[in-house]
């Protein structure tokens, strides 16, 4: 039998981009959790969606080229697990220099931080870790300040280089750089000394 809630999920998650990770919580204003999750595991089972961990789901998209489906984006699949426990994350080591054009190499394994507890998912060849973090580096902060501040850490204090400060100074926007020194005040004092020469500069 057809779930009733079933066609409403069915359409939203029409709406959604290929390869969006969603759970339950992303439905929760329209039903209460057990019919969405029955929904969610028939839609599942139909092959409309694609179970990628436990009460986490994508969007499939399918290659023409490949002529196999796509693996999860892990990103996505990540900030699914972040809604579904409400936690605020942002990435970290290789990740973070990464994303910051401080790093071109190719990470293996995925490291995020979180107010959440200590957690590790293995979602196809990757392991997905994350990192329980200090409030001083992520409470009341923003995406942008948690991923300097992380890129910062993983290079390390011995280690940073004047071509590390020039190439952040050059990527932020001066409306970010006041953000992130405001918000980072209560971090590590090296690490914040770091930070008042990317936005000097």
Same mark, same amino acid.
């Given at each position: 039998?057809?779930?009733?809630?079933?066609?409403?999920?069915?359409?939203?998650? *029409?709406?959604?981009?290929?390869?969006?990770?969603f759970?339950?919580?992303?439905? #929760?204003?329209?039903?209460?959790?057990?019919?969405?999750?029955?929904?969610? #595991?028939r @839609?599942? *089972?139909?092959?409309?969606?694609?179970?990628?961990?436990?009460?986490?789901?994508? +969007?499939?998209?399918?290659?023409?080229? @490949?002529?196999?489906?796509l693996?999860?984006?892990?990103?996505?699949?990540? *900030?699914?697990?972040?809604?579904?426990?409400?936690w605020?994350?942002?990435?970290?080591?290789?990740i973070?220099?990464? =994303?910051? !054009?401080?790093?071109?190499?190719?990470?293996?394994?995925?490291?995020?931080?979180?107010?959440?507890?200590?957690?590790?998912?293995?979602?196809?060849?990757?392991?997905?870790?994350?990192? !329980?973090?200090?409030n001083?580096e992520?409470?009341?902060?923003?995406?942008?300040?948690?991923?300097?501040?992380?890129?910062?850490? #993983?290079?390390? =204090?011995?280690?940073?280089?004047?071509?590390?400060?020039?190439? @952040?100074?050059?990527?932020?926007?001066?409306?970010?750089? =006041?953000?992130? @020194?405001?918000?980072?005040?209560?971090?590590?004092?090296?690490?914040?000394g770091?930070?008042?020469?990317?936005? +000097? =500069?």
């Open positions: 039998m057809r779930d009733k809630f079933q066609t409403e999920i069915e359409k939203r998650i *029409e709406s959604f981009d290929p390869r969006y990770a759970s339950a919580v992303d439905f #929760s204003d329209m039903a209460g959790t057990d019919p969405i999750n029955k929904a969610l #595991s @839609l599942c *089972e139909a092959g409309t969606i694609r179970r990628v961990l436990k009460g986490i789901y994508d +969007k499939p998209s399918y290659s023409e080229f @490949l002529g196999e489906y693996p999860p984006n892990i990103e996505k699949v990540v *900030e699914a697990i972040a809604r579904k426990y409400n605020t994350v942002a990435p970290s080591g290789e973070a220099l990464n =994303k910051l !054009h401080l790093s071109t190499q190719v990470p293996v394994n995925y490291s995020y931080v979180s107010d959440g507890p200590y957690r590790k998912y293995k979602i196809g060849n990757y392991l997905v870790e994350f990192k !329980h973090c200090a001083k992520i409470s009341g902060k923003s995406y942008i300040t948690i991923i300097v501040i992380q890129a910062i850490k #993983s290079i390390g =204090k011995d280690r940073i280089q004047p071509k590390d400060i020039s190439i @952040l100074s050059d990527l932020l926007p001066e409306e970010e750089k =006041k953000k992130i @020194l405001r918000e980072a005040m209560t971090t590590t004092p090296w690490i914040y770091v930070i008042k020469e990317v936005c +000097k =500069k």
